[in-house]
Each structure stands twice: as C-alpha cells, then as structure tokens.
C-alpha cells in the first residue's frame, strides 16, 4: 500500500496547475483522517456498555456529559492557564447563577464537604490550614453535630477533618450539644425525612449560637430552584454534585456559599501543597466544562425537560402493562434523584419471574440495560436515556416479562 509520505511527495513534485491546488488539500485531509482515526477503545478493552434506565449512579459513571461541556473541555486542554486564575473566574460566573456569595470547582461534593469545613476550621490562618487533619493544640474547633438521621456515611468528608461527630435528634439535644468546640452544623437534605428537625429550623439554632451551616444536595437538583434555595435559606455552604443532573463531569462538584468561607477552603485546595485537600486535584479542563454544564442546565426549559421524561415513562409503561400480571406506578421521589420514576410490578402466579433473574436478563442482553431492583419489582428513571433508547427498554422489557408468563 502507498504510503502517505509516498502521496505528498509525489504531489509536492507535480506542477502546480489551475484547479489542481484546490484538490491537494481534500486529498491531505482525507489521508490525516484516517492516519488519525479514533481508537476505540472501549470495545479494544471489553468494557461493557449499556443503556442507563437506573439513573444518576456513581458506580454507573453518572451521566454523560453534553456536547457543549466536552467541546469546552477539549478546547481548554490546548492552552496553558493558572489554576487559581481559572477557579476564581469561573467561581464568580457559577457564584451569580446560583445566587451565592461565592463558590469555587471540587473534586465532587464529597470533597465539596471536606474542603468546606477545613475553611470553617483554618479561616485563613495558613498555619492551621497545614495542621489539618491534627486539631489538637491548634486552637481550631474539633466537633460537627448533625442529626442522628443523617448519618448514612457521607459524613466521613467531614471526619477527613478530624472533627467528632456529635449525633442529635431534638432541638433539646442541639442545645446541649453545643459548646466552645462546636465547628459546623450539618445537614443532609436527601435524610431531611429522616430527621426531626428541618431546615430553618436547623439554620435558625446555628444562627443562635453564630455556628455555621453546611448542607450536602448531593443528588437533589431537580428542581433547579434548590441550586440557590438553601443559600436563601440561611445555610452558610451548598454541596452540590456535578456530574449528576447538570452532567457536567462526574469528577467535579460545587462548594458554594459565603465569601469569607470560600475563600479560606481554597486555601486547602490545589494547586497548594501540604494541606489534606492537595489529592482533591480538579484540572482547567473539568472546571470550565462544570461551568458550561451549569449554565446549560439552569438555562435549559425545565418544564419542556420534564414532559420529555414523562413521555418516556408514559411509552414504557404503557408496553409493559400489556403483559397480563403487570402493574405500574409512576411516581417522583421528593429527596434525591426528584425526576419521574417508573415502577413495575408483576403477580409471581402469572409471571414465573424475580427480580434479580429479570436485572440479569437485561444486563446481559444486546443491548445491555441496567435497571433498579425493588422488592417484588423494579423502577427506573428516563432522564439518562438517549433519545429513542425509551423504545428499546420498553420492547425489552415486554419480552422477558412475556417469556416468563405462566
């Protein structure tokens, strides 16, 4: 086969005639495309690949990230640009969308909570900002109380600290909890149900005793509104995940609050050395596509997004209730992942099915298709699909759930 060194030199040799220039560039260009085709390497590697009707999951990888995002993304990748330069404008533009003082890029909101309080702990004193995790003759407060409730695991951003954890569950126990070492108050909106106090009234104790709040909303937007609620709400920081609903990359999150607060965790954050948040490394890259994605998302038509994933559910369920035995409900989880939801059910004596042999059926099926298992079920959620994947869930599931009628 001629090669493309072979090409060009020959070319260069001819003579440079009326429309023949025009012809040499089409033929380099078709040459350098397929010198310079893609790899794919996911198929290369045999990784598995499938269509996500669980949701927002990190062990699903999130979501997948928009055009725009990653044409920012690629194009940031070219230049050189001072990390610091880079977070503090683009924390300026996220910090007026979402009606906050300030707000900087994380490593994702769990380290969103543990930069968050390290600022909390430090101010602005770079001596404490270097003793962290060790708050034993620093000076620095060593205690968190949050509601016993909440304690579902995420609050280990917080131990990363060496804070204490001090559990609660009335307002009586708040108030005993306090004293001189109280550092934060800290909340998690996913758990609210699970708690006995809510969150004014949370806001408003700290307040009384001028101890500052923090709330993880991890998975809680939609609705949008929650972006900027809280921050009206009185809670001194916001911890947002980014790679879930805004599907900015699944790396990244958003610390966002007070000024003062903000400032003194970036002292904690790269590209400075010696401090705990020096691993929680977010590159130019991945902050301006978190800024693209979070523009794009609070700016997008919600009401028109939300019809889209009705129409989803509406068409999956629709297909699957035509097999004899099987029940549907859709719904929305009011915490966490607030987006429709389907939920499918079936009579074992009319279908011969469990759950788990149905998750399999799907997992290991062309295409591949992951989906939520419920006890006596499963549910699943729309808003990560491509369009017309809506389709394919559907007919799939009516066949397995056909298969197995008795």
């Excluded at 954050?269 to 978190?290: A, C, D, F, Q, Y």
Aim: net charge neutral.
């Amino acid at each position: 086969m001629i090669s493309r060194r072979t090409i060009l030199k020959r070319l260069s040799a001819m003579p440079l005639l009326g429309g023949f220039i025009g012809s040499v560039a089409p033929l380099q260009s078709a040459v350098a495309a397929t010198a310079l085709a893609p790899r794919n390497l996911v198929k290369e590697l045999g990784i598995r690949t499938f269509i996500n009707a669980a949701g927002t999951y990190t062990a699903m990888t999130g979501s997948l990230m928009q055009d725009e995002v990653m044409e920012t993304i690629q194009a940031a990748s070219k230049e050189f640009m001072m990390l610091d330069d880079v977070q503090t404008k683009v924390g300026e533009k996220i910090a007026a969308l979402v009606h906050a003082e300030s707000a900087v890029v994380t490593a994702g909101c769990f380290s969103a909570m543990t930069l968050g309080l390290a600022g909390v702990l430090t101010g602005m004193d770079q001596k404490k900002v270097e003793a962290l995790p060790q708050l034993e003759g620093t000076g620095m407060k060593s205690e968190v109380i949050l509601q016993k409730g909440h304690n579902v695991g995420y609050s280990h951003a917080l131990t990363n600290t060496g804070c204490k954890m001090i559990f609660v569950e009335t307002v009586e126990d708040v108030e005993k909890a306090i004293n001189e070492k109280t550092a934060l108050m800290w909340f998690l909106n996913i758990q609210s149900d699970q708690g006995k106090i809510m969150h004014q009234d949370w806001v408003n104790l700290a307040k009384k005793h001028n101890i500052p709040t923090m709330i993880d909303i991890a998975a809680d937007v939609p609705p949008v509104e929650n972006l900027w609620k809280f921050h009206e709400m009185g809670f001194d920081l916001v911890c947002v995940s980014g790679g879930k609903a805004m599907r900015g990359p699944q790396s990244a999150g958003i610390l966002m609050g007070k000024k003062n607060l903000i400032a003194a965790a970036r002292l904690s954050m790269p590209p400075r050395g010696s401090t705990i948040g020096r691993g929680m490394k977010v590159n130019k890259e991945e902050i301006l596509g978190m800024y693209v994605a979070l523009e794009k998302f609070v700016g997008q038509d919600q009401q028109k997004e939300w019809k889209m994933w009705e129409d989803r559910v509406a068409h999956i369920a629709d297909a699957v209730k035509k097999v004899n035995g099987v029940t549907t409900e859709t719904f929305r989880p009011e915490l966490g992942n607030h987006t429709p939801t389907l939920r499918i059910k079936w009579e074992p004596a009319k279908i011969n099915l469990t759950t788990k042999a149905l998750q399999e059926a799907l997992r290991n099926g062309d295409p591949s298709i992951e989906v939520v298992g419920e006890q006596g079920g499963i549910s699943l959620t729309t808003w990560m699909l491509k369009p017309g994947q809506e389709k394919i869930v559907a007919t799939r599931l009516k066949e397995e759930l056909s298969k197995a009628s008795v």
